[in-house]
């Protein structure tokens, strides 16, 4: 494992990590001031020192994540996969199957499956809409009194059905690409077979995907744009990226602490801390 791959792991479980202790500390900022409302109704609910309480537990982990973020953004580390083109397997499947003139009775038993398993995954689906529609529906659900409440109930009773209908979508489009998969390594397999025994009867030309073949206006294009990159001072320098993303994050660093020690400014930071606490508890 790279040096690359590790750090990209340990930033992911990090950023896990953190929204589920930020959201824990957001419930229980909430179930502590909803105990305290109720017995004082003067008391609020959220309040600065309760968040800034949560907070200092995870304060260490923030910084970090945030440490760790900031040098990955500096030092230019990225995943190398993230910008490549996602491999569409029924684009793959379609190119090669188009050779096929005849497909065989294990291609066509793969095409008819695949039907089937996009017919249930959306009958499913809809089936756990009608939990949702009906509650929804039915307006002794949604009464006039507390909205946290209401909000709560509708979560309990329509999410675990909505996220149940998903789930099946998922497996039904998980097993569709599977299904692809063996179709395309038949199609492959009678194409071969009949290359081999000589007979091109069955067999079309090769379809070429959009984009796939390039003239030589669009070579010579690709060929200019690779020379004025080259002669470019500030593309393909890596250590001229890395030192400008350096001085901007100090730049950036400098003009927080500036703004934040201005009296305006930091009344204005209290104002959307408390504003953003607010909206934290309520989300």
């Given at each position: 494992m790279t040096e690359k791959k590790l750090y990209l792991i340990v930033q992911s479980v990090v950023c896990v990590?953190?929204?589920?202790?930020?959201?824990?500390?957001?419930?229980?900022?909430?179930?502590?001031?909803?105990?305290?409302?109720?017995?004082?109704?003067?008391?609020s609910i959220y309040t600065a020192e309760k968040a800034a309480e949560?907070?200092?537990?995870?304060?260490?982990?923030?910084?970090?994540?945030f440490g760790l973020t900031a040098a990955g953004w500096i030092l230019a580390v990225k995943d190398d996969n993230a910008?490549?083109?996602?491999?569409?397997?029924?684009?793959?499947?379609?190119?090669?199957?188009a050779r096929v003139v005849d497909p065989g009775e294990q291609?066509?038993?793969e095409q008819r499956r695949q039907k089937k398993?996009?017919?249930?995954?959306?009958?499913?689906?809809?089936?756990?809409?009608?939990?949702?529609?009906?509650?929804?529906?039915?307006?002794?659900?949604?009464p006039g009194g507390s909205l946290e409440e209401m909000a709560a109930a509708l979560a309990a009773h329509i999410f675990p059905w909505i996220i149940l209908g998903f789930g099946c979508l998922i497996v039904s489009t998980v097993l569709q690409e599977k299904s692809m998969l063996r179709e395309t390594a038949a199609a492959q397999a009678q194409i071969k077979a009949e290359k081999e025994s000589g007979s091109q009867s069955g067999i079309?030309?090769?379809?070429?995907?959009?984009?796939?073949?390039?003239?030589?206006?669009?070579e010579k294009k690709s060929e200019t744009e690779k020379n004025s990159t080259k002669n470019c001072p500030q593309a393909g320098n890596p250590?001229?990226?890395r030192t400008l993303r350096i001085v901007l994050t100090i730049a950036a660093v400098v003009f927080i602490v500036l703004g934040v020690m201005n009296g305006s400014a930091k009344a204005v930071f209290t104002k959307a801390a408390n504003i953003c606490t607010e909206c934290i508890g309520l989300g």
């Open positions: 990590l953190l929204v589920i202790l930020l959201a824990a500390s957001a419930v229980s900022i909430y179930r502590e001031g909803k105990a305290r409302k109720a017995e004082d109704p003067m008391e949560k907070f200092r537990p995870i304060a260490p982990l923030f910084f970090g994540s910008e490549k083109p996602v491999r569409d397997t029924e684009l793959a499947r379609n190119l090669i199957v291609m066509k038993e398993l996009r017919r249930v995954g959306r009958v499913l689906f809809l089936l756990c809409l009608v939990p949702v529609i009906i509650y929804v529906a039915n307006g002794e659900h949604f079309r030309p090769e379809p070429k995907a959009d984009g796939i073949e390039k003239d030589s206006e669009t250590k001229a990226k």
